[in-house]
């Protein structure tokens, strides 16, 4: 029972804390306000109009009863009233109406013909609340005349409900306007901790973030920030280290070359340089490693430029781009530029032919990239992104380098939030599927 509430409870209540918090300051309020107009609409304002009107209909009926009494002294009745009570009284001989000027749904009505039925009878009476603004029409039967009565509103309902209601409901809009400029106040720094954690799992510099708001949030945010700052540390020592490593091995390999050129045994000598060029292009994939580590700033990037200048630089001959002009991204150019190119050169290297297509949805961006060569194992996909994780001779992706192409690849799309993976080509080869939020 109370775990089916609960999910009920989820279903309907807001997800965000602003909207939360404000349910948890507003309806208290409001309920308050209720109660209070209940109580005050029912033991108040009820019984005040009920003691009020029945006062009113007692004076009627007097003057019901003297006039049928005593008809000789009626003009100073009739003047006595208007000067003391302001009534109005006519007498005529009129036709008395049968239909009824009373409103069904109205608090003030009910009360007065509860009191005129009780005192006059059924179809001894007729009123109208609703005729004038700020008077209130009674007619009575007696014998053959009818007495008329124009009394103010005042008689008959001690107060007004729009006043009543206004100034019951303006002191809660008033509490729950504060409410609101309070709760986004304490909720904008939560916010802002959420974007720059999203912005930092992005890979983006963080350095613009100050923390601000109550003492427990700021204590999250700097303690997120000196997080933030380590890691940046930790990942700019890692990637300078390798980087220095492998630039420093390429000195001994150049002196190994020159040296390889001077040697008479040719055999041996191109044997040994084809060694140390496989070894190059190991430093150069470790290198091409430890600057995706590196921080680059996020920019607004164009799809459509970016496959165009690759296809320019590396001089793809059959490489088949779909991509509008107005297909953008925010993110950082060189990485993703980078992880399109390791794609497109490995299905260069085992296929004849690429095939590119971008397609934009709704909150996401498609990129579906598709050789004719020999394709990966399906299970083999997801060991090709570990890093150096290489597959048999035949359909490596990587025959001169070290297992770092899809490695590379994995970690720039999803630091950019996004998501990769391999499927069978409609060409035969591999699919390259990335999904990229924007």
Not at 191 to 211: C, M, Q, S, T, W
Not at 327 to 337: S, V, Y
Request: charged share 25%; glycine share 4%; net charge positive.
């Amino acid at each position: 029972m109370f775990s089916g509430l609960n999910r009920f409870l989820k279903i309907i209540l807001p997800k965000r804390l602003f909207y939360r918090a404000l349910i948890i300051v507003a309806a208290p309020t409001i309920i308050l306000q209720i109660i209070i107009t209940i109580v005050f609409y029912d033991s108040i304002w009820i019984k005040a109009n009920k003691n009020t009107t029945r006062s009113l209909v007692a004076q009627l009926k007097t003057i019901e009863e003297i006039y049928k009494n005593d008809k000789k002294n009626l003009d100073f009745l009739t003047d006595s009233y208007k000067n003391n009570f302001n009534f109005e009284i006519r007498i005529n001989s009129d036709k008395f109406e049968d239909a009824s000027g009373e409103r069904k749904f109205s608090p003030m009505d009910r009360s007065l013909r509860r009191e005129l039925k009780s005192s006059f009878g059924n179809n001894n009476y007729w009123f109208s609340t609703s005729k004038f603004k700020n008077a209130v029409q009674i007619k009575i039967k007696s014998e053959n005349d009818i007495l008329e009565f124009l009394v103010p509103k005042e008689m008959v309902s001690t107060s007004s409900v729009r006043l009543f209601v206004l100034w019951t409901t303006l002191p809660s809009v008033l509490l729950i306007v504060i409410a609101l400029i309070f709760l986004k106040n304490q909720t904008r720094p939560l916010v802002k901790l959420a974007k720059a954690a999203e912005r930092f799992g992005k890979g983006d510099y963080v350095n613009d973030f100050r923390p601000s708001g109550a003492q427990e949030i700021r204590k999250a945010a700097y303690e997120f920030d000196r997080m933030a700052k380590r890691i940046n540390r930790h990942l700019n020592q890692r990637s300078e280290m390798l980087s220095g490593i492998s630039h420093d091995l390429r000195t001994p390999l150049t002196r190994l070359k020159l040296q390889l050129a001077m040697i008479k045994q040719k055999d041996l000598s191109e044997q040994m340089s084809r060694d140390i060029d496989e070894m190059e292009k190991m430093l150069n994939d470790y290198l091409q490693f430890a600057k995706t580590q590196l921080l680059e700033k996020t920019s607004l990037i164009n799809f459509k430029n970016i496959f165009e200048e690759l296809k320019k630089d590396n001089q793809f001959d059959n490489f088949n781009i779909n991509c509008d002009k107005d297909i953008n991204f925010k993110g950082r150019p060189l990485a993703i530029k980078r992880s399109f190119e390791n794609i497109i050169q490995n299905g260069f290297t085992y296929g004849k032919n690429v095939y590119v297509n971008v397609v934009k949805s709704n909150n996401r961006l498609i990129v579906i990239i598709e050789d004719d060569g020999p394709g990966i194992p399906s299970d083999q996909h997801k060991n090709v992104f570990k890093p150096f994780f290489r597959l048999d001779k035949s359909r490596s992706l990587n025959k001169s380098g070290v297992g770092l192409g899809l490695a590379i690849v994995s970690d720039v799309i999803n630091s950019h939030g996004g998501n990769i993976q391999l499927g069978k080509s409609k060409f035969g080869g591999l699919q390259v599927k990335i999904s990229l939020p924007f």
